[in-house]
């Protein structure tokens, strides 16, 4: 259900290869220098970076200058051990009265009573019954019309839950360290008036009159705690659900360029009833010695070489950038990682605040595509 801002016109627009020639493109690096301003601040480690980088793309945005050096791992999807998984999940079971389908894919789903996990490559689903499912989505619904609040439930408070959660997730062998994490309550009165808005929802209302999904009512046994987590390595963020979208070239059969790495668990008063957790990494193998980051000088040759022979029709503004780890898919494989310290570059286009971005490798400045 997440909103996505379509970007025709724009890819349209970089699809447009102009007539400028190298040499023009060396003229224009040039006057970019003299265009840019970057102003230095001692107390906050920050840079101001404001002025034109080409024709119709500037910048103006803050740029944190990191004070330690980066290194690149090579890792893979994770393989979770279905033995591990169902002695956390189902304590008290015996190996009979879990039934476990495996498919061709190397995935597979177990089932206890009315609780199932299905696991893939570097995922797990949990439910701890198919009740929970409608619970999830008007969670989800809520969190991106921004309807939820964090606050405390009575069955118990929000830091009590959030300790249960973690305690349970380290036992998964995550291998990355916990980012920033979101703690919203949902109250009985809460989840009436989300599924009000659900059914009136022109894209989802459709769903109740079909018979998918079922209006309900909600007591005190069904508020839960929604809480989300991004995951960080080495002091960075890695590339999470709620990053800008990845910018991919090389056609649909380039497949999947990287994973965001994620987690959503849903407690109640019965405990954990559902998680969700994907891009999930397996042990990490330092690839590189740690290097220095490029400066701005370095990311604006870059954009230079991204838009200096392309003719555009709308004015791009840098407004964002941060370095992060960044999980590449390796070509050729679906499984092996190589996670990479990246400046994601985040733009405004014609002064509108859109999910548009582009990511360089903080080593070499190459585009991350």
């Given at each position: ?24 493109k060396e003229n224009m690096s040039e006057t970019t220098d003299k265009k840019i301003s970057i102003e230095e601040s001692n107390e906050t480690g920050q840079v101001d970076i404001k002025g034109t980088i080409t024709e119709h ?247 230079v070489k991204k838009f200096g022979d392309v003719i555009l029709s709308q004015e791009y503004n840098l407004s964002k950038i941060w370095l992060e780890y960044f999980p590449k898919i390796k070509e050729d494989s679906f499984e ?34």
């Open positions: 259900m997440k909103k996505r801002v379509c970007f025709v016109t724009v890819l349209l627009c970089l699809s447009m290869v102009g007539c400028s020639a190298n040499e023009n793309v500037t910048a103006n945005t803050k740029m944190e200058i990191p004070e330690k050096t980066f290194a690149t791992y090579s890792t893979e999807l994770k393989t979770f051990d279905k033995e591990k998984l169902a002695s956390l999940f189902w304590p008290e079971s015996s190996k009979e009265e879990i039934y476990i389908e495996e498919y061709e894919d190397k995935s597979l789903a177990m089932t206890f009573q009315d609780e199932t996990v299905a696991l893939g490559t570097g995922s797990i689903m949990y439910r701890k019954s198919d009740d929970i499912r409608y619970l999830s989505d008007i969670a989800f619904y809520g969190e991106e019309e921004n309807l939820l609040e964090e606050k405390d439930l009575a069955f118990m408070t929000a830091e009590q839950a959030v300790q249960n959660v973690e305690a349970f997730l380290f036992e998964l062998d995550l291998g990355v360290d916990f980012g920033e994490k979101k703690v919203f309550a949902l109250k009985k009165e809460d989840m009436s008036g989300i599924q009000d808005m659900m059914k009136a929802d022109e894209h989802l209302g459709g769903f109740y009159e079909s018979g998918k999904f079922q209006e309900r009512t909600f007591d005190t046994e069904d508020e839960l705690y929604f809480i989300k987590y991004t995951f960080s390595f080495d002091g960075l963020p890695i590339l999470g659900a709620e990053d800008p979208d990845i910018r991919m070239t090389g056609g649909m059969e380039r497949g999947e360029l990287a994973w965001p790495v994620e987690a959503t668990v849903l407690f109640s008063n019965s405990g954990i009833c559902e998680i969700n957790l994907q891009g999930i990494l397996s042990e990490l193998e330092k690839q590189s010695e740690n290097k220095e980051v490029i400066q701005f000088d370095e990311i604006e040759k870059a954009l092996e990682v190589e996670l990479i310290p990246v400046w994601c570059c985040v733009f405004d286009i014609n002064g509108e605040k859109v999910d548009y971005a582009l990511r360089f490798h903080a080593f070499t400045g190459e585009e991350i595509s």
